[in-house]
Each structure stands twice: as C-alpha cells, then as structure tokens.
C-alpha cells in the first residue's frame, strides 16, 4: 500500500494523506472521550475524522449552492443571482455566509450530529447550545482570516466557546485549510486586534501581542466530512485558496457553549445591564438549558460577510488601506 494513502490511526494520531506526517489530535467517532478531552485541554483542539459521510457531505454542499442562488431565502444586501448563472459564477460571488442555519433544515440538522455532539460535550459538559453558524466558500483567489480568537467575537463567561470547523472539501495548505497555535489557549487573554493591511486576508481584525511567531502554528489539513473543533481562545487563521481556478474550500462552521454561560452579545434594552444581557437566539444541542425561563429570540438573519473585494472600510465606514499600497501623503493630486 502506497504510504500516501495509508492511514494510522491510534490513540488519536494519524497519517497525513499529504504531508506523510503522524500528527496527533485525530481521532474516529468511536473514540474514548476522556482521550478527546485530554487532547483538547491540552492543546486547544481536536478533530474528528469521518463525522459526516459522503451522503451528508453531498447535501451540504448541494444546500451551500442552493443558499447563494437565494433559492432557501433572502440574504441581507444581496441579489440573487440570474437564474442562467452557473453553479461556479454564484459561489465564486461568496466569501462567507452567516446564520444559514436559520433557513437551512440540513445544516440546521448538523448540529445535532453525533459525533459533534460526543466531542462537544466532552469538552463543555453535558448542557450545550449553538448561537451561530457561517457558511465559507472560499473559491479560488478567495482571501483567509488573519490571526484571530473567536471569543473576541463571541464572549461567554465561563470561557466555553467552542467552534466545530466542518469540512465540506479537502482541506490542505494549497486551498487554504485552519491553522491553529497550540497550547495558545491557555493564556486566557484576548489578544489586542488591530487592522492587518494584508491582502491575504479578508477585512477582519487581526491579533496582535502574543508570545508566538508562524513557525509556531500546524497547518489542521482534514478530509471531507471531518470537523475541527476549537477553544475560543486558541489562535488560529487560514491563508488564501491559492489552488486551480474552480477548487472550493467549503466549511460550515457552529459555534457553541456551555447552557450554563449567558451571552452578552448584543446591546443590552432599555433599562437593562450588560450585566444581565443574555442573548436567547440559540439552539440547544445537548442536555437542558437552565434559562429556559426566558424564552427564545429570532433575532439573527442571514447575512454575507465582506470578503474585502474592493478594499475594506472600518465601523466609521472610513476606508483602510493596503501594506503595498505607496503612501498618499504630500501627494497633491
């Protein structure tokens, strides 16, 4: 048997397809969870192989082209496309969608995979819930994130955020596939985030301040129907799809956490404190939620994120620039 293809798997390590390396961190759906939680303690994440078989993989990917024809509902600030466009013209339009849980029945089915579900509550407890999802495209071309926690985004108060990275192709180095330090979570600091002015990446912030360089980070490649689960607070980033024109690195990606954590993430009402903000838009995946009593909220709606097509701007809607961009000062025009 070729030692490309060959694949060993044990006590959560594996044989890269691509790179012929053991990497640990790898593990089968019937893996111990106490294994799976020691791994992920240790070095912020984890991945399960072969959580999503082919079937469920094809209707995903079929679902994400549905979702960018607008064909399973309205995206905010979007048209959709001509009904004579090809499948490639509609995708190669999309960076990353978020929310598409909420007018999707297959992805909104996703979270409660069982094999996610064995690692989440491995690594939150037995009470979990999902407050987001986002759909990446990433055709060719397509740029990757800068360094980033994504607890920056989602704050939870017991540090139990988790993301589950669903691989809907290959991903390897060439298309753009996570990148992760480490053991970066363990700092428990959220990272100063400052514009990149980088054209690798889209217009998201990028962390800055820690205590790592590149060399420090591990390319995450995983196969189709792979998840990637990682802490809030753990570093990671993807680089640009720089494989052949009409190569996809899609992923749909869930965010969720502990039942007991409530979310300020969202202006708190009127007369209300942050203190006491909880946001209720969420879905509980596992176990039972203590703060029932409040009821639910739709309050999210899909939208596209800006993959920073024509330059980026900031909240000000100012816009910002580019490294290799020449200066403009003292230019009269």
Same mark, same amino acid.
């Given at each position: 048997?070729?030692?490309? #293809?060959?694949?060993? =798997?044990?006590?959560?390590?594996?044989?890269?397809?691509? #790179?012929?390396?053991?990497?640990?961190?790898?593990? !089968?759906?019937?893996? *111990?969870?106490?294994?799976? /939680?020691?791994?992920?303690?240790?070095?912020?994440?984890?991945?399960?192989?072969?959580?999503?078989?082919?079937?469920?993989?094809?209707?995903?990917?079929?679902?994400?082209?549905?979702?960018?024809?607008?064909?399973?509902?309205?995206?905010?600030?979007?048209?959709?496309?001509?009904?004579?466009?090809? *499948?490639?013209?509609?995708?190669?339009?999309?960076?990353?969608?978020?929310?598409?849980?909420?007018?999707?029945?297959?992805?909104?089915?996703?979270?409660?995979?069982?094999?996610?579900?064995?690692?989440?509550?491995?690594?939150?407890?037995?009470?979990?819930?999902?407050?987001?999802?986002?759909?990446?495209?990433? !055709?060719?071309?397509?740029?990757?994130?800068?360094?980033?926690?994504?607890? *920056?985004?989602?704050?939870? $108060?017991?540090?139990?955020?988790?993301?589950?990275?669903?691989?809907?192709?290959?991903?390897?180095?060439? /298309? @753009?596939?996570?990148?992760?330090?480490?053991?970066?979570?363990?700092?428990?600091?959220?990272?100063?985030?400052?514009?990149?002015?980088?054209?690798?990446?889209?217009?998201?912030?990028?962390?800055?301040?820690?205590?790592?360089?590149?060399?420090?980070?591990?390319?995450?490649? =995983?196969?189709?129907?792979?998840?990637?689960?990682?802490?809030?607070?753990?570093?990671?980033?993807?680089?640009? /799809?720089?494989?052949?024109? @009409?190569?996809? $690195?899609?992923?749909? =990606?869930?965010?969720?956490?502990?039942?007991?954590?409530?979310?300020?993430?969202?202006?708190?009402?009127?007369?209300?404190?942050?203190?006491?903000?909880?946001?209720?838009?969420?879905?509980?995946?596992?176990?039972?939620?203590?703060?029932?009593?409040?009821?639910?909220?739709?309050?999210?709606?899909?939208?596209?994120?800006?993959?920073?097509? @024509?330059?980026? =701007?900031?909240?000000?809607?100012?816009?910002?620039?580019?490294?290799?961009?020449?200066?403009?000062?003292?230019? *009269?025009?």
């Amino acid at each position: 048997m070729p030692l490309a #293809t060959f694949l060993y =798997v044990v006590a959560g390590t594996r044989m890269s397809t691509t #790179t012929q390396q053991l990497r640990s961190g790898y593990f !089968s759906p019937d893996a *111990d969870k106490t294994a799976i /939680n020691a791994f992920y303690r240790a070095n912020g994440y984890v991945v399960m192989e072969d959580a999503f078989g082919a079937a469920e993989v094809a209707e995903l990917k079929s679902e994400a082209t549905l979702i960018c024809r607008g064909e399973r509902g309205a995206l905010a600030g979007v048209r959709p496309p001509p009904p004579a466009a090809t *499948d490639d013209e509609v995708l190669n339009a999309f960076l990353c969608i978020h929310f598409p849980h909420k007018i999707c029945a297959p992805m909104r089915a996703a979270l409660f995979n069982p094999a996610v579900l064995k690692v989440l509550t491995a690594v939150i407890g037995p009470n979990v819930k999902c407050m987001q999802s986002m759909l990446f495209i990433k !055709s060719s071309g397509k740029p990757g994130q800068a360094w980033h926690q994504d607890e *920056d985004y989602i704050l939870t $108060r017991d540090r139990s955020l988790v993301g589950a990275w669903i691989a809907l192709d290959r991903a390897n180095e060439e /298309n @753009g596939c996570l990148w992760v330090i480490p053991g970066s979570h363990r700092h428990g600091i959220l990272w100063e985030q400052r514009w990149h002015g980088d054209r690798r990446f889209d217009c998201s912030e990028e962390a800055t301040g820690f205590p790592y360089g590149d060399a420090d980070a591990v390319p995450v490649e =995983v196969e189709a129907g792979s998840v990637v689960f990682f802490n809030g607070y753990l570093l990671h980033r993807s680089l640009p /799809n720089r494989a052949p024109a @009409g190569t996809y $690195r899609r992923a749909l =990606v869930n965010h969720f956490s502990s039942c007991e954590t409530t979310l300020p993430w969202q202006r708190p009402a009127e007369n209300e404190s942050v203190a006491k903000t909880d946001y209720r838009d969420i879905v509980v995946v596992a176990g039972a939620d203590p703060y029932a009593y409040k009821g639910l909220k739709d309050i999210a709606k899909p939208i596209v994120r800006p993959s920073g097509d @024509g330059g980026c =701007v900031d909240w000000t809607k100012k816009n910002l620039g580019y490294n290799d961009e020449a200066s403009r000062d003292g230019d *009269d025009g």
